[in-house]
């Protein structure tokens, strides 16, 4: 059995952190790395629902990793908080 490595930002404290809900925020974490987008791209992005990205979306606002534009179409991005990835050597 291969253990699942999650985005370390994925981790929240003030939720259950579940392997579905640590999937899906790595997901999304991920493609916010790539770029920044509104959240129908993230989701799109992320290969999620479009329901289902925004709730992990807003859970990372909580927390101050990701941070919302204003208007209707707002782009969402990483705020910079959180723990850093640490590349480890192959």
Not at 42 to 71: D, F, N, P, T, W
């Amino acid at each position: 059995m291969s253990k699942e490595i999650y985005h370390p930002n994925a981790y929240l404290g003030n939720v259950r952190n579940i392997r579905l809900g640590l999937r899906a925020r790595t997901n999304i974490l991920n493609a916010l790395e790539r770029r920044s987008g509104n959240a129908r791209t993230v989701a799109k992005e992320a290969a999620m629902r479009y329901g289902a990205a925004m709730h992990h979306l807003k859970l990372l606002q909580s927390e101050g990793i990701v941070r919302r534009g204003a208007g209707k179409n707002a782009v969402w991005m990483l705020t910079g908080t959180g723990q850093k990835r640490l590349d480890t050597p192959a």
